[in-house]
């Protein structure tokens, strides 16, 4: 499956098999005293209520912040209201959320993120002193994981990333859960949501980043190693907790697939940082995949974007022709791929033919770095061009990404009303979706 002998030439990178689930660290976390994962039966012997229909019009995951949202998460970060108080405006501006998303037609909905400071929820990017993270064992340290430098300004420019707190996070202790991050997130939702209700989490895969070779060898000998442990705690504390609460759609976010491995310069940087990306390319589809073995009657789902920031920036260019004969065929506990489609940037649609016969693949075909509003008969036929390797009853569609990966979006609430109601549009247009 991967290159022999990458083990023993690179700490990045371990296994020359193929990767196995992981067992069950027998020292209990810190956080697991409170008895709210471990004593969850395995997922594979929870079944929820069978999933019956494709979502035809979907969302990736975060919306744009109220301004009162972000007044409040500045008056808590200077101690002027409290806790409950900033919890009453996420409340608010989640219920906000679902009416906005329904009203739209959006099939499964979601909280926009509202309780993170972006998308990324295990080990924070920046540290946030609003947001308790679910898990321990990383510091932000003086070192570089390489991922910075990639970013590029909406017109291809290497953007300015000097404004970016100096310091990074890398893990150097082994992980202990110390919070309940899918009882704290998901449960509001689930109680309030009409239509299917989706719950978002970085991939195990997205973490390499925050190895190091100097910092984090005492708690992880390898980047394997901590990965394997990553998809550990997904499974046991996220995948089986929100099972456990009824969720019946599990989105793992994996950006790095296109933004470290499809453009031919990221790649090569990270190469020179040390990783050995041809292993890791195939090993983390068989980690990520690992994560939801053995789950049913779930909607379970990848997202794959080549970067989404503030100003329209992202981090990469290529289509996933560079890597979809290794990926997607590794997915195989995967029914869902949600894939960028709004740019040039995205190539074509040819390398859909790779795909399982099981995967649905969501066409993210509506831009979430600008405001202007795609045309209605231009976004249904760029669908019908997909089918030429994809059929139709196993596509939907959705925006490329979220529309504020970050506390900061991109364009006005009103512009985002109407690019969701265009992806409801497009739904009824092709799948008579109610």
């Not at 030439?9 to 020292?27: A, L, V």
């Not at 090993?283 to 690992?290: G, I, L, P």
């Amino acid at each position: 499956m991967v290159l022999t002998d990458v083990g023993d030439r690179n700490p990045h990178s371990r296994c020359d098999e193929r990767p196995r689930h992981p067992e069950p660290d027998p020292t209990p976390a810190s956080g697991d005293e409170s008895g709210f994962a471990l004593d969850l039966p395995h997922a594979r012997d929870l079944i929820v209520a069978p999933v019956t229909a494709t979502i035809r019009a979907d969302v990736v995951g975060s919306l744009l912040r109220p301004d009162y949202l972000r007044e409040a998460r500045e008056a808590a970060g200077a101690a002027t209201i409290g806790a409950g108080e900033l919890r009453a405006a996420e409340d608010r501006a989640v219920l906000e959320a679902i009416e906005l998303q329904e009203s739209a037609g959006i099939q499964a909905v979601t909280d926009g993120e509202y309780r993170r400071h972006g998308w990324i929820a295990l080990i924070p990017i920046i540290d946030d002193p609003l947001f308790h993270a679910p898990v321990s064992g990383f510091e932000f340290l003086d070192a570089a994981s390489g991922w910075r430098g990639l970013w590029k300004t909406g017109s291809g420019d290497p953007a300015d990333t000097s404004g970016l707190p100096p310091q990074e996070p890398f893990v150097t202790r082994r992980l202990e859960v110390d919070r309940d991050i899918v009882g704290d997130e998901f449960s509001f939702l689930k109680a309030n949501a009409h239509a299917r209700a989706k719950y978002t989490i970085p991939a195990p895969s997205w973490h390499r980043i925050y190895w190091h070779p100097e910092h984090s060898t005492d708690a992880y000998p390898t980047s394997d190693d901590f990965i394997q442990d990553v998809v550990r705690i997904t499974r046991e504390h996220i995948v089986d907790r929100l099972v456990e609460l009824g969720c019946d759609y599990i989105q793992i976010d994996a950006p790095n697939y296109a933004q470290w491995h499809i453009d031919p310069v990221n790649r090569a940087a990270f190469e020179q940082h040390g990783h050995d990306m041809a292993h890791e390319l195939a090993s983390d589809a068989e980690f990520d995949s690992m994560v939801f073995e053995g789950v049913t009657g779930v909607t379970r789902a990848m997202h794959m974007c080549r970067g989404n920031a503030p100003g329209g920036m992202w981090a990469a260019s290529g289509g996933y022709e560079a890597i979809s004969k290794e990926v997607f065929p590794r997915l195989e506990n995967v029914d869902r791929l949600l894939l960028e489609y709004d740019s040039d940037r995205s190539g074509t649609f040819a390398p859909l033919a790779d795909v399982l016969p099981q995967h649905e693949v969501v066409l993210g075909l509506v831009t979430t770095k600008d405001g202007q509003l795609e045309n209605l008969e231009d976004l249904v036929a760029r669908v019908e061009e997909a089918t030429q390797y994809v059929p139709l009853d196993r596509l939907a569609v959705s925006p490329q990404c979220g529309f504020a990966s970050g506390a900061v979006g991109v364009m006005a609430a009103a512009e985002q009303e109407a690019k969701l109601q265009r992806v409801g549009d497009v739904a009824k247009r092709l799948w008579d979706a109610a």
